[in-house]
């Protein structure tokens, strides 16, 4: 830093505040401009261990994601970033595959290298680990799904708000017979969809009809919709998605059946995932704001780290249906 400052012409104070995103607002742009030149042409990389055992802070978040490949996940990633890195913060992201033993492995590890603090979407209704957390003061912000035991802060979508809209729309459109492809019942969200589905169907005098997936994946929707079209009785004219990957993998099968959608079955998402525009059908699905669940995850854990209580409130965010090429009225 002496170095640095040498060759920029400043106070070491001033080098170190520049170089700092926290405080470089503090310096002139010019000044900043010539300290950063100088960073470079010595090649000067700041130690995050020594400042961080100056502050008791390493400006880093533990973001730990269920699945990766879930088209879901990046964005609320990228809106956590764009919250973190202007303030000196990086986000260390780990995928735990759903697993309770992987989940309480990258945890522990980044605990270990001191992480300030926890961004999970990983919540199950029952979390013994989080439950540990909390008991240990750890900093944490659950996005998307949340525990039966509130005990951090949550951000979500109005679920039962996006899934009325969905059954609303299939029932405006002339169905009668609306199956749900529910996710886990285990989750928070499979159980606040299904929750809804229910409510939706039963204000219209409709009969409720659920099959509940065991993941949220395409390949847990196309084993459930194969299983639902084999069954005796009337074949539903529409389908409901617990998200996207199940709205993918049923649609495998109503195809595999030599059925059509939407001239034979209808059929909706949950998350409005990218490209679904692409399909053909194009999916009609419930938008979720992905990236403003990170941004909102993001701001209210850093109120934590700068020492706000972890006040378990839940941040629902509004959703909305976006109506594709999938649903029609029934044939």
Do not use: W
Request: hydrophobic fraction near 45%; charge should be neutral; aromatic fraction near 4%.
């Amino acid at each position: 830093m002496s170095d640095v400052a040498r060759v920029a012409g400043v106070h070491k104070a001033t080098a170190s505040r520049a170089l700092n995103p926290l405080t470089s607002g503090q310096v002139n742009q010019a000044t900043a401009r010539r300290v950063l030149a100088a960073a470079r042409q010595l090649g000067y990389t700041p130690n995050a261990t020594a400042r961080s055992l100056r502050t008791s802070r390493t400006h880093t978040v533990g973001v730990l994601i269920p699945d990766l490949t879930n088209p879901l996940f990046p964005p609320v990633v990228r809106g956590i970033e764009n919250v973190l890195f202007p303030r000196g913060y990086t986000a260390l992201v780990a995928n735990t595959d759903n697993e309770p033993d992987r989940e309480a492995a990258h945890f522990e590890a980044l605990l270990g290298r001191q992480a300030d603090g926890f961004i999970l979407a990983t919540g199950r209704r029952d979390h013994p680990l989080l439950v540990s957390a909390h008991e240990r003061g750890i900093p944490a912000v659950l996005v998307n799904r949340g525990t039966d035991d509130a005990l951090y802060p949550l951000v979500t979508g109005d679920d039962p708000a996006g899934m009325t809209a969905a059954v609303d729309h299939l029932v405006a459109l002339g169905h009668r017979r609306i199956v749900h492809l529910a996710g886990p019942a285990g989750l928070s969200t499979g159980l606040r969809r299904s929750q809804a589905y229910r409510h939706a169907v039963a204000a219209h005098e409709l009969d409720a009809r659920l099959v509940e997936c065991e993941s949220y994946t395409a390949d847990a929707g196309e084993r459930a919709m194969v299983a639902l079209l084999t069954e005796a009785g009337e074949r539903p004219t529409a389908v409901v998605g617990g998200n996207d990957l199940i709205a993918l993998g049923a649609l495998r099968a109503i195809r595999a059946a030599g059925l059509r959608c939407p001239e034979d079955v209808s059929l909706t998402g949950f998350n409005d995932m990218p490209f679904l525009d692409e399909l053909r059908p194009a999916l009609t699905s419930v938008h979720v704001p992905t990236h403003e669940l990170g941004v909102e995850a993001a701001r209210l854990l850093l109120e934590q780290i700068e020492g706000a209580p972890a006040v378990a409130k839940t941040i629902s965010l509004p959703l909305r249906l976006v109506v594709r090429d999938s649903t029609a009225p029934p044939s």
